[in-house]
C-alpha cells in the first residue's frame, strides 16, 4: 500500500458576501463623478427665470450652454468650487454671443445676457440706439412681438390686445446688427433711464454684457449693486455659451396632473438654436 503524494494546493478562500449597500453607494459615487465632469466642462443645463432677454428667450425656457467655448475658472464648476486657478484655456467671446456668467457683485447668481462690448470697447446709448465704439449700430423696426399672455409671461396692461379671441402681449421690436454681422431681436418698450447713458470704457479683462429686452434689464448699463446692475462682467465669470433651447413652458403645468406637462409646454420652442 503507498502513501498519497503530498499536495502543495491551498483551501479556496470564501468568496465575500455582495453587499447591496456598498454596491449602490458605489454606483452612485461614480455616477456623481460623471455628473459633475460633464456638467463642469461639457454642457450644462440652464432654466431662464426672467423677462430680460426677451423676445429670444422665455420665462420659462430651459437652454443648454456648453462649457468649452471660452475656458474655465472656478465658476464652470459646481457651486464655484476653488479648484481651478485662473482662468484656463481662456478664449474671448464674440460680440453677440448669448452667455451664462455668475453676476458681480456677489458672483453667486447665475445670469444671462448677451455680449455686446469686449476689452477696449466704448459703449453708449443715444435715444435708444446703441454706439459701439463711436458708429451707430443699425435698429430696424420690425412687426411687433406677439406673445400668449400665460402664468410666465410679464406684461404691462399697455401692451396687452386681443387676437383671435386670445389675449396677446404685444411689443415692439428691432433687429440690431452689430459690425460682426451678428444680428438679433431686441425689445424697445418706450423712453427709459437706460435709453441714454454716459460713454463707457470696457476695461481689459471685463466685458460689457446687455439684456435684448432693453427696457426691463438689469446689465452692464447700471453699476455694480446687489440687487441691481452687474457693471463691467470679469471674462473670469463667464461660465458657458447658450447653444439650443431643449424645453419650455408657459406655467400652466401642476405637478400633480401629469397631462398637463403636455399642455403646457411650448412645443415649437424645443430645438431652436442660437
Not at 454606483?27 to 432677454?53: N, Q
Amino acid at each position: 500500500m503507498t502513501d498519497s503524494a503530498p499536495t502543495d494546493a491551498k483551501p479556496k478562500r470564501e468568496a465575500k458576501p455582495k453587499s447591496e449597500l456598498r454596491d449602490t453607494l458605489s454606483f452612485l459615487v461614480k455616477l456623481a463623478l460623471i455628473v459633475f465632469v460633464i456638467r463642469s466642462f461639457l454642457i450644462s443645463p440652464f432654466v431662464i427665470p426672467s423677462g430680460s432677454m426677451l423676445p429670444r428667450l422665455l420665462i420659462g425656457d430651459y437652454i443648454f450652454i456648453t462649457k468649452w467655448n471660452y475656458g474655465y475658472s472656478r465658476y464652470s464648476l459646481p457651486w464655484g468650487i476653488p479648484l481651478i486657478p485662473g482662468r484656463i484655456l481662456a478664449r474671448n467671446p464674440h460680440r453677440g454671443d448669448v452667455v451664462v456668467f455668475k453676476a458681480p457683485p456677489l458672483n453667486k447668481e447665475d445670469w444671462i445676457k448677451r455680449v455686446i462690448g469686449l476689452p477696449g470697447d466704448t459703449v453708449q446709448m443715444r435715444g435708444g440706439q446703441l454706439f459701439l465704439n463711436g458708429k451707430g449700430v443699425p435698429k430696424v423696426r420690425v412687426a411687433n412681438f406677439n406673445e400668449p399672455i400665460t402664468p410666465n409671461t410679464e406684461c404691462e396692461p399697455r401692451f396687452v390686445t386681443t387676437i383671435q379671441g386670445k389675449q396677446i402681449c404685444s411689443r415692439p421690436r428691432y433687429r440690431e446688427t452689430l459690425p460682426n454681422g451678428k444680428s438679433y431681436y431686441v425689445l424697445d418698450l418706450g423712453n427709459t433711464i437706460a435709453d441714454d447713458t454716459q460713454v463707457f470704457h470696457v476695461p481689459a479683462g471685463h466685458l460689457f454684457l446687455m439684456g435684448d429686452n432693453r427696457d426691463n434689464s438689469e446689465d452692464s448699463r447700471f453699476p455694480q449693486e446687489v440687487g441691481g446692475g452687474i457693471g463691467y462682467v470679469p471674462e473670469i465669470n463667464l461660465e458657458g455659451k447658450a447653444v439650443v433651447n431643449f424645453w419650455s413652458t408657459d406655467g400652466t403645468a401642476k405637478w400633480l396632473l401629469p397631462w398637463t406637462w403636455f399642455t403646457a409646454t411650448r412645443w415649437h420652442r424645443i430645438g431652436e438654436g442660437f
